[in-house]
């Protein structure tokens, strides 16, 4: 059983003194520093964050100015792939003229030459024909 004495009361009141002791030595300085670092890092992680929002800005501010450098690059890369083209198609056009002219050339010249050809055939066969007549009939035609 419990007695109600004098002891109880020097127990609770060292139970105090030592509740008062530790608040003061112990739980309000660590508090203090858990305060401390929390506030430390919560200012990192806000400082942290802002860092990683001036990154996306500068990021999209470079991806701006690149795309606005490039382009007048690549409406220069256009316009040359355009008046390339353009140029082949003159050149390819002009080729195909010339080879029309070379080829219509070619026919009449070749013509001609069937023409010579057929004519020296012709009396080549009427020369070999009268030979042949002289001959067969043994005598000159």
Same mark, same amino acid.
């Given at each position: ?19 008062? @002791? ?35 800005? @500068? ?61 020296? @055939? ?20």
């Amino acid at each position: 059983m419990i007695d109600f004495n004098y002891t109880l009361l020097i127990q609770f009141v060292n139970l105090l003194i030592l509740l008062i @002791l530790l608040n003061i030595f112990l739980f309000k300085p660590v508090l203090r520093v858990m305060n401390k670092r929390d506030g430390a890092i919560g200012g990192a992680l806000d400082r942290a964050k802002s860092l990683k929002k001036d990154v996306e800005d @500068l990021e999209r501010q470079y991806d701006e100015k690149s795309m606005e450098q490039k382009r007048p690059l690549l409406q220069l890369k256009d316009s040359t792939i355009a008046e390339a083209h353009t140029t082949s198609m003159r050149i390819i056009e002009k080729a195909r003229e010339e080879l029309a002219e070379e080829l219509s050339r070619l026919k009449v010249e070749i013509e001609k030459e069937q023409k010579q050809v057929f004519d020296s @055939l012709k009396m080549e066969v009427e020369r070999l024909s009268s030979e042949a007549a002289e001959k067969i009939m043994k005598r000159s035609i």
